[in-house]
């Protein structure tokens, strides 16, 4: 079963516009990852947050982790046309084994 | 660096078959996962290989099985197919060692159960 729930499913924006989407999980965990999925491709490794941190960047990437509401953001400012995509939250669960957990996942469309 | 490689890429097999789908990690690791991803589960872990031992198993009948070679090559097998196998297959490497676990993905194999 999956660890917990992604919301929006769905998003559709205009190119340069933010997309926000939000993760939420059930257990305790020792880091939480983002994913990009291009149509029923491989996944590609976005970023990473550790359980101690509680906000990450890396580009246009913004995260944000609140372990106490057991859920993280994924922010993409300025979108692009090539951020359309699936976006998967995975969560590393404490006492877990070698394994991720995925997300639903998000649904990410951005228009010209 | 090449990726992780995953062969078939596209599969077509008739209920009742089986089926080997083939993981091939980047060079150096040594860890192998492999993943189901369906529209109605998700993405779902099957089983995990570190040096050919499988360390972790998920919640899959016993018609899902895996190996992992000498040279970290992983392969996975599914006996009596059934229709509800029909998904893309995902493989994943990642370097033995402490944490984060942080995987490569391979493309997926995409197999179709008729």
């Known amino acids: 079963s999956q660890q917990g729930e992604e919301d929006p499913q769905a998003l559709s924006i205009q190119e340069g516009e933010n997309a926000t989407m939000n993760c939420s999980y059930k257990?305790?965990?020792?880091?939480l990852q983002w994913y990009r999925q291009n149509s029923g491709r491989g996944l590609v490794h976005l970023i990473l947050?550790?359980?101690?941190?509680r906000e990450k960047h890396s580009g246009r990437l913004r995260v944000t982790l609140d372990t106490s509401k057991k859920s993280s953001s994924l922010l993409i400012t300025a979108s692009r046309a090539a951020d359309t995509a699936s976006y998967f939250c995975?969560?590393?669960?404490?006492?877990?084994?070698?394994?991720?957990?995925f997300g639903t996942g998000t649904q990410l469309k951005v228009e010209l | 660096k090449a990726g992780v490689t995953q062969t078939p890429r596209y599969l077509i097999k008739t209920r009742g078959q089986q089926v080997t789908l083939s993981c091939s990690p980047i060079s150096g690791h040594r860890s192998v996962s492999w993943y189901q991803q369906t529209p109605g589960q998700g993405l779902q872990f099957l089983f995990e290989y570190f040096s050919e031992t499988q360390r972790n198993k998920g919640n899959f009948p016993g018609r899902f099985s895996g190996r992992q070679f000498s040279n970290s090559r992983s392969e996975m097998n599914v006996s009596t197919l059934e229709l509800g196998d029909s998904a893309l297959y995902l493989c994943?490497?990642?370097?033995?060692?402490?944490?984060?676990?942080?995987?490569?993905f391979g493309p997926g194999t995409r197999l179709t159960v008729t």
């Open positions: 257990t305790s965990i020792n880091n």
């Open positions: 947050i550790r359980s101690n941190e």
């Open positions: 995975a969560t590393d669960l404490t006492g877990g084994g070698n394994k991720l957990t």
């Open positions: 994943a490497s990642s370097l033995e060692g402490d944490r984060p676990l942080l995987y490569d």
